[in-house]
């Protein structure tokens, strides 16, 4: 997932595309749940967005059990669109049998924790704590199902550093970024000194691994009020001074964006897991992306996801069951496999399969242990209240403006500032 913005935060509203698939409906270990009739004929539909690696190869494993299950998976572009969607129906009719949300919305999500079905309580204990804990309401009850989460890299085009003369192997790469910001824009400097050309792709995205490294950007964590940390102000400085000269100014999830993953626009973005399977689905050709095992500060998370069950869905069971396979040890494994969205499980986290993981678009980069240990670098969780998406949202818009001329620096963060301060 992914946020994906943001994991997945996008700019622009993509088209829905849907596949269908045949598939059996009762696998998994739903423990407390109802059991769905595994003779009865139902539909389930899901509802993701960008790339959660729910391919029709991984859905059709799911028909093995019982073909009495259709299966219809809608694909929004950005989280954006899905959010939207979401709060627009959510108690009311017209979702899917599961959705999918974004780790930036849970605490608006969680004001109507009541229109969700629980997990079972049998199924906790399954996820990293802190993604469990994000997920519960104040009744105790875990309203989402955790998929992945953001550890954060660093991926370059190694083909670019090495016209830029710039040192190519990865690990050679970690070591010329590692330390904080300013370190990564000094070298985006040489880098564009020597090539005039961008070193990262936008502002925006780059304004988004640096505020998650800050403890309460937006709101405080004891009273849920909005309080804007000097730090955000900082930030929004720091990236847009470099933005000047180092940006390709292409706003995440616009098709320049993407064309710009394949023709060179840029020479390094933030990357977390996610993030791989977007890259090299859209630049199939491209042989120089790679990733570097270091992040800029010391460690990121990026984005995340979950699976939710509407109450009021016409097959609440049946949903249960799937969102509780979808998110098994095995199947996480499996996503991340297709898409790069590193588990949220603990078993998974643990296993071989993922710490052996290796990528070949990316020159064969042992992924699973680079983001292994990205995750073991975060070492703040951010406080995102029920005002977080809409104060980041606001925030992204004022980035673009400076990105794309519209307003001065100075101008678009007083405007920032006033949509902070009506939503007060």
């Known amino acids: 997932m992914k946020s994906r913005a943001l994991r997945r935060i996008g700019f622009v509203t993509g088209a829905l595309t849907t596949s269908a698939l045949v598939l059996a409906g009762c696998a998994g270990s739903s423990g407390g749940a109802a059991t769905a009739d595994p003779n009865e004929k139902v539909t389930l539909t899901i509802a993701t967005f960008n790339d959660f690696g729910y391919t029709d190869e991984l859905l059709a494993e799911y028909s093995k059990e019982h073909p009495n299950v259709t299966i219809v998976h ?8 899905a959010r939207a969607n979401y709060f627009q129906k959510l108690g009311k009719t017209g979702l899917a049998d599961i959705e999918a949300i974004e780790i930036d919305w849970m605490p608006e999500v969680m004001k109507y924790s009541d229109l969700l079905a629980p997990v079972p309580d049998s199924l906790k204990g399954r996820w990293l704590d802190w993604k469990e804990k994000g997920a519960t309401d104040a009744d105790g009850n875990l309203i989402g199902y955790g998929t992945d989460i953001g550890p954060e890299g660093v991926c370059y085009r190694s083909d670019l550093f090495a016209a830029a003369g710039l040192p190519t192997d990865r690990e050679e790469v970690a070591k010329l970024l590692e330390g904080d910001w300013a370190n990564y824009f000094k070298v985006g400097a040489d880098y564009t000194a020597k090539t005039g050309k961008a070193f990262f792709d936008s502002a925006g995205g780059t304004y988004q691994g640096m505020i998650n ?7 405080n964590p004891t009273s849920g009020e909005i309080e804007i940390a000097p730090d955000v102000e900082k930030i929004y400085n720091e990236v847009l001074d470099a933005s000047a000269t180092q940006s390709a100014h292409l706003g995440q999830w616009s098709d320049d964006w993407m064309a710009g993953l394949s023709n060179g626009a840029f020479a390094t973005m933030l990357c977390p897991g996610w993030m791989l399977g977007v890259i090299s689905g859209n630049a199939k050709d491209v042989t120089g992306w790679d990733i570097a095992n270091v992040f800029p500060g010391g460690g990121g998370n990026w984005g995340g996801s979950y699976l939710t069950v509407p109450a009021n869905g016409k097959n609440v069971a049946a949903a249960q069951e799937l969102a509780d396979w979808l998110t098994s040890p095995d199947t996480q494994l499996k996503a991340f496999e297709n898409a790069g969205t590193f ?4 078993e998974a986290m643990k296993s071989d399969t993922l710490l052996g993981s290796t990528n070949e678009f990316f020159n064969n980069a042992p992924v699973g242990q680079i983001l292994t240990d990205r995750a073991n670098a975060v070492t703040v969780s951010p406080f995102k209240g029920q005002f977080y ?7 992204q818009k004022a980035l673009t403006r400076v990105e794309d001329g519209t307003q001065d620096k100075a101008t678009s963060w007083a405007q920032w500032k006033s949509e902070v301060d009506a939503i007060k």
């Open 343 to 346: 588990p949220s499980q603990l």
């Open 213 to 219: 490294q800050v403890e309460s950007a937006y709101e």
């Open 74 to 81: 809608n694909k929004a572009a950005t989280s954006n669109d």
């Open 389 to 395: 998406f809409q104060i980041n949202d606001a925030m």
